[in-house]
């Protein structure tokens, strides 16, 4: 059983620094603010939205998701790294007995943690659609699926960026540069414009049918819930985690 | 207890450590002293395994950092020269946090917790938060998180930085008690604080080991018995002599 107890030494190890990550986060004004606002902004174009159309349909509050998302999250992720380097705090974690990787999931679990509690904060609005009439709930559970892979992804992102820079507001730009590029690739209009920019090689389809998360994203919040758009959130999560634990590695040298 | 076989780090085109070659033993308490800018941190963070060495070997405990760091960081105690703390948590839940990433549990965590509070006197400022307190209590938050899981090695680079007069004569106590069971290797480059707390000194400069020894013998090998080592550290620089091992 030597295996089983050095898996449960990595993840406790990993819980450690989430949970102090958690703290953190649950003690920063910053954190406080950008979720409130976050949670505002989304509440108030929904509640806008439904009171037009008098549907009672979660829909639009998923479609304007991604769109708020690419300031919010990097406006989280930015400091997870940035801080420590700033602060020298990054010495003291290279020198505990943690592998860079317990580092790495430690922290990013800790910011999706956070980003699920704020995310839970819009859960007033599937009760009050209950509460006045009959909404599809397979289809919001779906689509928060869709919002958790999607910030999943952002934070990845967001999580790697900030191990490249001790100054937070490059990390922020850099994180909302990458989340820009992830949905307005996947963008109808822009997909027009770069294909009409290059019609022999459609560049605008190639790149959202190979970069871009709004497909995927859009796919789940259709209610379909198929392997391939969870694989590719879950892979390319992983790839920038991988390549975050890299540049810890590498950093040494 | 610890190996360093010639070190040399480079920082780009900069060599920082140039050769060092040294070993500290159980029971020890070593003197790394040079000025400002002169290799002791490198030196230091290569020894924690925060740095790896551009070239040449550590041996802690008998283990290669370079192949096992994770095992060499359990056996070591590190307080980097920036105190690297955590300024909005409480003092205590930043000892524990270190605690339990040292993989502390339990009762053993509270035990730890309990005597290297009281080994750094630190009972007074647990519930502040750690922004709260003095320079002074801030180095010994750092010392407390370096001594928490009671490592064999300790590894402290300039520990008495922000101390007072009293501060700076209980630290030097308090090393004597720590080095008994321990190899204890701190840099500094205050003079005072090698001649009264060291039993050996290690003298760099410009990322060369200029000479390692007692005191005794370092003053006898530049052909001055009585002198100091504020005097034998200017007699080496000036010279560039290299007594090596006195």
Known sequence: ?253 | MISALSLTRYYGALKAVDAVSFTVERGEIVGFVGPNGAGKSTVLKMLSTFLLPTSGQILIDGLDAAVEPLEVRRRIGYLSGDTPLYLDMRVDGFLRFVGRARGLRGAELANHFERTVATCGLQGVLEQRVGQCSTGFRQRIGLASALIHDPPILLLDEPTHGFDPLQVMAFRQLLRQLSRQRAVLFSTHIIADVEAASDRVLIIHQGRLLAQGRLPALAASIGKPQAGLEEIFAHLVQTGAETAHA
């Open chain 1, 1 to 253: 059983m030597p295996e089983l107890r050095s898996a449960r030494a990595y993840g406790e190890g990993a819980l450690v620094v989430c949970a102090r990550e958690l703290g953190a986060y649950f003690d920063s004004p910053i954190a406080y603010i950008c979720a409130a606002v976050f949670l505002a902004l989304s509440g108030t174009t929904f509640m806008n939205t439904f009171f037009l159309d008098g549907v009672v349909d979660m829909g639009p509050y998923f479609e304007v998701l991604p769109f708020l998302l690419i300031p919010f999250l990097p406006a989280l992720s930015m400091r997870t790294w940035a801080e420590e380097r700033a602060q020298h705090t990054f010495e003291l974690l290279l020198t505990l007995p943690l592998r860079p990787s317990q580092l790495v999931l430690g922290k990013y679990l800790a910011a999706l943690g956070f980003y699920l509690v704020v995310l839970a904060g819009s859960l007033p609005i599937p009760l009050m659609l209950c509460w006045l009439g009959d909404p599809d709930l397979g289809l919001i559970l779906a689509n928060y699926l869709g919002a958790a892979s999607l910030g999943g992804l952002f934070l990845a992102f967001g999580v790697f960026v900030s191990c490249l820079t001790r100054n937070q507001i490059v990390a922020f730009v850099l994180a909302a540069l990458l989340g820009f590029l992830f949905v307005f690739s996947g963008h109808e209009q822009v997909i027009e414009v770069l294909d009409g920019l290059s019609p022999s090689w459609q560049a605008g389809t190639w790149l959202a049918e190979t970069v871009s998360a709004l497909p995927h994203y859009q796919a789940l919040g259709r209610g379909v819930v198929a392997l391939a758009d969870l694989a590719y959130f879950a892979l390319l999560s992983a790839f920038f985690l991988w390549a975050n634990e890299q540049v810890l590695r590498r950093g040494k040298y």
